[in-house]
């Protein structure tokens, strides 16, 4: 079983950037891929986007799709999420996600195994 730990968010404001972070405690147990969600207050979790291991590829959801970059860390089995000119519409819960049963799409939330404790941003105007 992995533990994902996330971390980096912040109160900021708009036009800043922010790297979020998640850490796993195991790369055996993440699967083939890992991915960022965010739920905002009073509405679904969506997709921002997912990394898959085998190959290097990223995936993207169109809510940050353009000011986001997600990246691995393969040695400390970590996973980025830089978000640039952050907007008051971008305040939620992020949170990471780990091993995916299929090869995508990673868009389901429910369909993911792990998941960490979220790090909350907030965007003031």
């Known amino acids: 079983q992995v533990h994902l730990v996330e971390s980096g968010g912040g109160l900021v404001q708009a036009g800043d950037s922010l790297r979020l972070s998640c850490a796993a405690s195991?790369?055996?147990?993440?699967?083939?891929?890992m991915a960022w969600f965010r739920q905002a207050p009073g509405k679904e979790g969506e997709f921002v986007a997912a990394?898959?291991?085998?190959?290097?590829?990223?995936f993207y959801g169109s809510s940050l799709k353009g000011r986001s970059v997600i990246s691995m860390d393969n040695v400390n089995n970590t996973l980025y999420l830089q978000v640039n000119i952050l907007k008051p519409e971008d305040t939620a819960v992020y949170y990471c996600?780990?091993?995916?049963?299929?090869?995508?799409?990673?868009?389901?939330?429910?369909?993911?195994?792990?998941w960490g404790q979220g790090t909350q941003v907030t965007v003031s105007s």
């Open positions: 195991e790369r055996a147990d993440t699967g083939d891929a």
């Open positions: 990394f898959r291991w085998s190959d290097g590829k990223t």
């Open positions: 996600a780990a091993d995916h049963p299929a090869a995508g799409p990673y868009n389901t939330d429910r369909l993911w195994l792990y």
